[in-house]
């Protein structure tokens, strides 16, 4: 089993900036990849930034350029520094980790931004 447990979403105006933050605990010990999804009241559940496997990045095409995906593996904490911020970037943010072929989701954190 894996848990993931977000904190850092909030209430922001447009341009300003968040951090989220994403604890692992649990059998982590072959996190297959680790990251950031998002989903809004008006679209379905998008990725934002992830490390894959093999420890490149990805990002959705919305957020690059704004959003900076990071890591502490001393810590088995997953970061994502939010700039720019926009009022369509509001959305329920999930954490994510696929581990030995599982799926694991956080409980989301609210993010949103006031224009």
């Known amino acids: 089993q894996v848990q993931l447990v977000e904190t850092g979403g909030g209430l922001v105006q447009a341009g300003g900036s968040l951090r989220l933050s994403c604890a692992a605990s649990?059998?982590?010990?072959?996190?297959?990849?680790m990251g950031w999804y998002r989903q809004s009241l008006t679209k379905s559940r998008e990725l934002v930034a992830a490390?894959?496997?093999?420890?490149?990045?990805n990002y959705g095409d919305s957020v690059k350029g704004r959003f900076i995906i990071s890591r502490d593996n001393a810590k088995n904490t997953v970061y994502l520094q939010m700039n720019s911020l926009k009022p369509e970037d509001t959305a329920v943010y999930y954490c994510?980790?696929?581990?030995?072929?599982?799926?694991?989701w956080g409980q989301g954190t609210q993010v949103t931004v006031s224009s």
């Open positions: 994510h980790a696929v581990v030995l072929l599982y799926d694991y």
């Open positions: 490390f894959t496997s093999g420890g490149s990045t």
């Open positions: 649990g059998s982590i010990f072959s996190v297959a990849s």
